[in-house]
């Protein structure tokens, strides 16, 4: 993983029917770094990350995943450097962890599995390392019927994990959890990206934990623009917390990262 | 998990065997395991000839049809992600009867394009609940609202068209009232080719089936072509269930209950489930057929039925334990 892939949307305008959602977005996701889209319910955020993620294709302007166009990359490579974790999940309550941990490897594998005893080897250790570094080695075994909504995320997390991605999107990955989860899940992510380089970009609803866990955030406003990019101390204002929230908000300070009381 | 797996298969295996040669020695002409074997292998023998001629197409039909509608059901739930998806009630097996029932009516001459244009029948019904009951997705309720209706509609056309004729087709008449007990060789030999292509297509989907039962944006993510996926499983389910219909004519609930009990036993990993299914509907269907053809003998009871009765009960009970099973 030490080429960082670079990931640059330009451009990038989507409407459903005649209902503008995005206008002409343009920015670059910073390489090596958590950054995280931010803005209000309906600005666009989750029709931005299936464009993204090719599950939606852009009417105009490009993405570009290493200077070329995501549309002309093949899913499947795609997915080898690209993974994504969503916000809900469902699976077979008899499912493994460790057999969802190998559907993470599905990217590198093609449909048929005679591979060479070297690839077999290199997925081994990949779903292994994922299910190490996600605290799940021991739950292996378990179905996911068995575990709590937090491990199971942190099973799908894993997932991607396995999938050894440049890039892992992130869809509002704690809504569902409590917030012990939801710190637990964080706090994984920054690991992952700390240690692994891996480029996160995610979508949060608590602006807090956004600030806090993000290098970068990246604010859209309510018409699908993007307002300002940059590190949470220097872009976050009352100003631009009114623009993207229409509410007005004091800022205060946490830990030497801005800190918004939302009551 | 994997004893039990292991059991499951040996068990069925076994019973299956048995049954088979059970079903093979008893009838109106009953005999021995031992003169089976020698009529078969070693001498001829009248009476094993006859049982050749007349009982092994209908024991093979049962075993090809049920293997095929029980996965067909199994892709077809693993595709539409809803446990009650069946082909009978989805309305592929009313698409396809009522075509089959219209070859074998008005254009006897063209039997051998049954299967074909069973298959037909059998896309227009899938292809009519699919697109009706897709409202930015597919809820399980809609499909199975919808389902119904287009499978009213088919197999009361089917059964129209049937009367119309004064019910004097026997082919026409077999398919609708699902009776397999005049089949030759002739159809083992139609329902063989199409079905083993279909099984084994079905074996080698079993992964991609796996990942279907992830959320779609999940699979995509994989790098899983979910809707050409998706389609290429349902165009094996449809034909699946299709032939089998054409041939041994409209069995409810089999390819709903097989799955669901295969389910219970060997889990929910298609590599397995889909192979396991394959012996368990031939079980099933053999063994209601053996059944209805003894249970009141010299009289027949047609398999559809006893699938019917022991189904239908069946069904209801799925319906009340889908909200805890699947979390819906």
Known sequence: MEDKATFRVEGLSFAYAANPVLRDLSFTIPQGKISTLMGANGCGKTTLFNLMTKNLRPQAGRILLDGEDITTIRLRAFSQRV?????????????????????????????????????????????????????????????????????????????????EPQILFLDEPTTYLDVRYQIEILRFIRVLNREQGITILMVLHDINQALHYSDEILAVSPQGQLLTQGEPQQVITPELLLEMYGISLEITEFRGKPFVPSV | ???????????????????????????????????????????????????????????????????????????????????????????????????????????????????????????????????????????????????????????????????????????????????????TWNDVHTLFGYVLFGLLAAVFTAD???????????????????????????????????????????????????????????????????????????????????LGRTIAAPYEVSASILMSVIGGPFFIILLRRSGKVYGR
């Open chain 1, 83 to 163: 993974a994504t974790l969503h916000q809900s999940n469902t699976a077979p309550p008899d499912l493994t962890v460790q057999r969802l941990v190998e559907y993470g490897r599905t990217p590198h594998r093609g449909l048929v599995h005679f591979a060479p005893e070297f690839a077999r080897e290199k997925d081994r250790s990949a779903v292994e390392q994922a299910l190490v570094m996600t605290g799940l080695s021991a739950l292996a075994g378990q179905s996911l019927g068995e575990l709590s909504g937090g491990q199971r995320q942190r099973a799908f997390l894993a997932m991607a994990i396995a999938q």
């Open chain 2, 1 to 183: 998990m994997k004893a039990k797996i292991l059991l499951s298969f040996v068990a069925v295996g076994v019973l299956l065997i048995i049954l088979f040669l059970f079903a093979a020695g008893t009838g109106s002409l009953h005999i021995s395991l031992a003169r089976l074997m020698r009529g078969l292998f070693i001498e001829y023998d009248e009476v094993v000839a006859i049982i050749y001629d007349l009982r092994f197409p209908r024991i093979l039909v049962a075993l090809l049809g049920g293997g095929a509608m029980a996965v067909s059901g199994v892709l077809m739930q693993a595709v539409m992600k809803n446990p009650l998806a069946d082909p009978t009630i989805i309305g592929v097996s009313g698409g396809a009867s009522f075509t089959a029932v219209l070859i074998a009516a008005y254009f006897p001459a063209a039997y051998f394009l049954t299967p074909i244009c069973a298959f037909f029948g059998g896309v227009v019904a899938f292809g009519l609940v699919y697109s009706l009951s897709w409202q930015s997705g597919l809820s399980p309720l809609r499909i199975i609202l919808v389902g119904v209706a287009v499978s009213a509609v088919f197999s009361g056309l089917a059964q129209g068209f049937n009367a119309m004729t004064g019910s004097t087709y026997a082919g026409a008449a077999a398919i609708v009232n699902a009776n397999i007990s005049l089949k």
């Open chain 2, 208 to 290: 991609q089936c796996n990942l279907l039962q992830l959320e779609d944006k999940t699979a995509r993510s994989l790098g899983l072509h979910v809707n050409a996926v998706r389609l290429v499983v349902s165009l094996i389910a449809v034909l699946l269930a299709s032939i089998s219909t054409a041939v041994i004519g409209v069995v409810a609930f089999l390819g709903l209950v097989v799955p669901h009990i295969a389910r219970l036993l060997v889990g929910s990993n298609h590599r397995v489930l889909i192979p396991f299914a394959i012996l368990l509907g031939a079980f099933t269907l053999l063994f209601a057929d053996t």
